[in-house]
C-alpha cells in the first residue's frame, strides 16, 4: 500500500527533487541505464514455438520439424534405427511423444538394428543465433537410453562437426535417474572433453518423475545453463582451452532425439523395460534483450 497522506509534505519534497533530478543531463543518463537494465532482465520475445497440439497420432509439424533416419550409429556406437513411424514419434494429448522400442528394424538402406527410436530437427527451416530455447520435457528412464535436448550450427555441412559446434541444452544418460547434462562441443573441446556441466535433483530425486524445463541462454559471449530456472553452469569464451576458437557465433538448429545405447550411456540390460518414451509438451525460442541491447 502507499502511505501519500500522512506524509504529504515529505513526498511532495522527495518527488520534486527526483523530477529535477531526471530533468538534467545526470538525470536522463540515469534513466536510460535503468531502462536499459529492464530490458537485459526481463525483454524476451517468442520468435519460434512448437506446442504440440496437433491432432492424436499425428506427425510433428513438418513445416516445422524434419525426420533424421537410418541406423549409421550416428558416430557415438548408437544401437537404434531412426524411424519417421507413428509408433516411434506422433502428437498424443498436447505433447510429442518419442518412443524408443526393443524390436528387430530393417531400413530401405539395408541397415538392421535391435531397436528404434525417432529423431528430429529444425535443419533448414528454423535456425536461431542467440536467445534463450527451453523445452518443458518428461524423460524416460532406463540403462542405455539417452534422450536429449540440444542444438548443432548450420554450416554443419561444410565444416562438419565439431567445428560447427554443438549445444546440448538437456542430455540424460539412464544410469544417472537424478541428473541431467548441459555441454558445449567445438573444436579442441568435443566428445569426452566438452565444456559441460550437471544439474542434480533436489535430495537426489528422480528426473524422470515428471516434467521439467530445460533451457539455455545464450549471448554473443557467454551461454548459461538453466533446469527449472536454477542456473546451475554458466560458459564464457574465457572458459575455452587456449587458443581454442568459440564456436557459437553463427545460427543453429534444433534437435530432440531418443537413443538407444553408445558410447557414454552404455547399451541396455536386463533391467531395461521397454518401449519406454520422452514426452515434450512445448519447445520455445526467444530473443533476449540483452542480445539487442549487444548489437547496437
Known amino acids: 500500500m502507499f502511505r501519500l497522506q500522512s506524509c504529504f509534505c515529505r513526498s511532495f519534497f522527495s518527488w520534486t527533487a527526483l523530477l529535477l533530478l531526471l530533468l538534467s543531463p545526470c538525470g536522463?543518463?540515469?534513466?536510460?541505464?535503468?531502462?536499459?537494465?529492464?530490458?537485459?532482465?526481463?525483454?524476451?520475445?517468442?520468435v519460434w514455438s512448437d506446442e504440440f497440439n496437433g491432432p492424436d497420432g499425428s506427425p510433428p509439424d513438418p513445416a516445422?520439424?524434419?525426420?533424421?533416419?537410418?541406423?549409421?550409429?550416428?558416430g557415438n556406437n548408437e544401437l537404434e534405427y531412426y524411424t519417421d513411424r507413428a509408433a516411434n514419434i506422433h502428437q498424443e494429448k498436447g505433447n510429442l511423444v518419442i518412443t524408443a522400442r526393443?524390436?528387430?528394424?530393417?531400413?530401405?538402406?539395408?541397415?538392421?538394428?535391435?531397436?528404434?527410436?525417432?529423431?528430429?530437427?529444425?535443419?533448414?527451416?528454423?535456425?536461431q543465433k542467440y536467445g534463450r530455447m527451453e523445452a518443458r520435457i518428461k524423460l524416460p528412464e532406463g540403462q542405455g537410453i539417452w534422450p536429449?535436448?540440444?542444438?548443432?550450427?548450420?554450416?554443419?555441412?561444410?565444416?562438419?562437426?565439431?567445428?560447427?559446434?554443438?549445444?546440448?541444452?538437456?542430455?540424460?544418460?539412464?544410469?544417472?535417474?537424478?541428473?541431467?547434462?548441459?555441454?558445449?562441443?567445438?573444436?579442441g573441446y568435443s566428445g569426452g572433453e566438452p565444456l559441460t556441466g550437471t544439474f542434480t535433483m533436489p535430495e537426489n530425486g528422480r528426473i524422470g518423475d515428471g516434467f521439467h524445463v530445460f533451457a539455455t541462454e545464450w549471448t554473443?559471449?557467454?551461454?548459461?545453463?538453466?533446469?527449472?530456472?536454477?542456473?546451475?553452469?554458466?560458459?564464457?569464451?574465457?572458459?575455452?582451452?587456449?587458443?581454442?576458437?568459440?564456436?557459437?557465433d553463427h545460427p543453429f538448429y534444433l534437435l530432440l532425439n531418443v537413443a538407444v545405447g553408445g558410447y557414454w550411456p552404455g547399451d541396455p540390460d536386463a533391467t531395461t523395460r521397454f518401449p519406454v518414451s520422452m514426452l515434450v509438451d512445448y519447445v520455445r525460442v526467444y530473443r533476449l534483450g540483452t542480445v539487442d541491447q549487444a548489437k547496437k
Request: aromatic share 12%; proline share 4%.
Open 28 to 46: 536522463a543518463l540515469l534513466a536510460r541505464s535503468q531502462g536499459k537494465r529492464l530490458v537485459e532482465d526481463n525483454s524476451r520475445t517468442l
Open 64 to 74: 516445422k520439424w524434419a525426420f533424421v533416419t537410418g541406423g549409421s550409429g550416428f
Open 102 to 127: 526393443k524390436e528387430t528394424y530393417a531400413g530401405s538402406d539395408g541397415v538392421s538394428r535391435a531397436y528404434t527410436s525417432a529423431r528430429i530437427e529444425t535443419r533448414g527451416l528454423f535456425e
Open 148 to 187: 536429449a535436448f540440444w542444438m548443432m550450427g548450420n554450416n554443419f555441412g561444410s565444416v562438419g562437426w565439431p567445428a560447427c559446434g554443438e549445444i546440448d541444452i538437456m542430455e540424460k544418460v539412464g544410469f544417472e535417474p537424478s541428473e541431467v547434462h548441459g555441454s558445449l562441443h567445438g573444436p
Open 220 to 248: 554473443p559471449r557467454e551461454i548459461r545453463f538453466y533446469a527449472d530456472d536454477v542456473l546451475y553452469e554458466t560458459q564464457t569464451i574465457e572458459s575455452l582451452p587456449v587458443d581454442k576458437h568459440w564456436a557459437f
